[in-house]
Nanobody, 120 residues
């Protein structure tokens, strides 16, 4: 019923920038919290940043001041601008969206993940 399509990952040198996008489509009634998570090899998935429908944001301490999360409600899309990237930012990045379907049910959907690799 709902698809989340991520894009924007890739290989970048330390200090560089990338912008991730995650577009939701389907029988969506409304979208609530949108966020980005990441999982590095051998580690648990961790929160990177979230943004609620009103625009308030929350960031992991490790990315504060370097990453910026934003959303375009008209396009059902969430973005993650990543600047000053470090090798420790290397991970698979997943978007997650809490939304309400046309059917009335609410649930969280996950994107397929996009690889971000930062070389030193």
């Amino acid at each position: 019923q709902v698809q989340l399509v991520e894009s924007g990952g890739g290989l970048v040198q330390a200090g560089g920038s990338l912008r991730l996008s995650c577009a939701a489509s389907g029988r969506i009634f409304s979208m609530y919290t949108m966020g980005w998570y990441r999982q590095a090899p051998g580690k648990q998935r961790e929160l990177v940043a979230t943004i609620i429908s009103g625009g308030s944001t929350n960031y992991a301490d490790s990315v504060k001041g370097r990453f910026t999360i934003s959303r375009d409600n008209a396009k059902n899309t969430v973005y993650l601008q990543m600047n000053s990237l470090k090798p420790e930012d290397t991970a698979v990045y997943y978007c997650a969206v809490d939304l309400r379907l046309m059917t009335g049910s609410s649930t969280r959907y996950w994107g397929q993940g996009t690889q971000v690799t930062v070389s030193s």
